[in-house]
């Protein structure tokens, strides 16, 4: 089975400084046609989750700039450049690339 | 833009059978793979399994032989049956649209999804 650790578990971050997000996978994500399906979905309370990242560094629509991922293989990680009070909650990797997806444990994203 | 919205009883009681379904508006059932996932307060987020339009069914080992899905392309809806729940299956759970038959970037995968519904199971 794919595992995806992600850390740290718990984030504080003032607001308008950055964070960033690792997520590691204990297998390659690679997929056979060279794609690496890795996403960061966004759970915020009171709002649909929302993914932000696809394919390692794909921006989705509509999400601001200030959200890049990175990484490839088994190493991830998702940044934000200037933390807003609108990012607060939990961030979680997926990965599509291996059958029966899997989700990292998340990253609870708090604002100082 | 495609848009989800899950239903089903907040209250099942232990042993018994947990129902959801998953309304699609905005865009076509047909051609896509739906999923359902659930997030636990200790667990956080497990996919529990998808369905695509035509039927085919792919579930999570760890709850295979209790699950089952269905899809309604007629009612554009799919549906997520949980047999023999337990309070271990207290959670909330979320439709989202699993990917297109079409489309190999991965820009379908997880895009879309449903706001959840809390489904405690309590007697």
């Known amino acids: 089975d794919v595992v995806l650790a992600q850390s740290p578990l718990s984030l504080s971050v003032t607001l308008g400084q950055p964070a960033s997000i690792s997520c590691r996978s204990n297998q390659s994500l690679i997929y056979s046609d060279g794609n690496t399906f890795l996403n960061w979905i966004h759970l915020r309370p009171g709002h649909s989750p929302r993914r932000l990242i696809y394919k390692v560094s794909h921006r989705d629509s509509g999400v601001p700039d200030k959200f890049s991922g990175t990484g490839s293989g088994t190493d991830f990680t998702l940044k934000i450049s200037r933390v807003e009070a609108e990012d607060l909650g939990m961030y979680y990797c997926m990965q599509g690339t291996h059958g029966g997806w899997t989700f990292g444990q998340g990253t609870k994203v708090e604002i100082k | 833009q495609v848009q989800l919205q899950e239903s089903g009883p907040g209250l099942v009681k232990p042993s018994e059978t947990l129902s959801l379904t998953c309304d699609v508006s905005?865009?076509?059932?047909?051609?896509?793979?739906w999923g359902w996932i659930r997030q636990t307060a200790g667990k956080g987020l497990e996919w529990i399994g998808r369905?695509?339009?035509?039927?085919?069914?792919n579930y999570s080992p760890s709850l295979r032989g209790r699950l089952s899905m269905s899809v309604d392309t007629s009612k554009n809806q799919f549906s997520l049956n949980l047999t023999s729940v337990t309070a271990a299956d207290t959670a909330v759970y979320f439709c989202?649209?699993?990917?297109?038959?079409?489309?190999?970037?991965?820009?379908?995968?997880?895009?879309?999804w449903g706001q959840g519904t809390l489904v405690t199971v309590s007697s």
């Open positions: 989202a649209r699993a990917g297109n038959y079409y489309d190999t970037s991965g820009s379908f995968l997880f895009d879309t």
């Open positions: 905005g865009g076509a059932i047909s051609n896509n793979y």
């Open positions: 369905i695509s339009s035509r039927g085919t069914t």
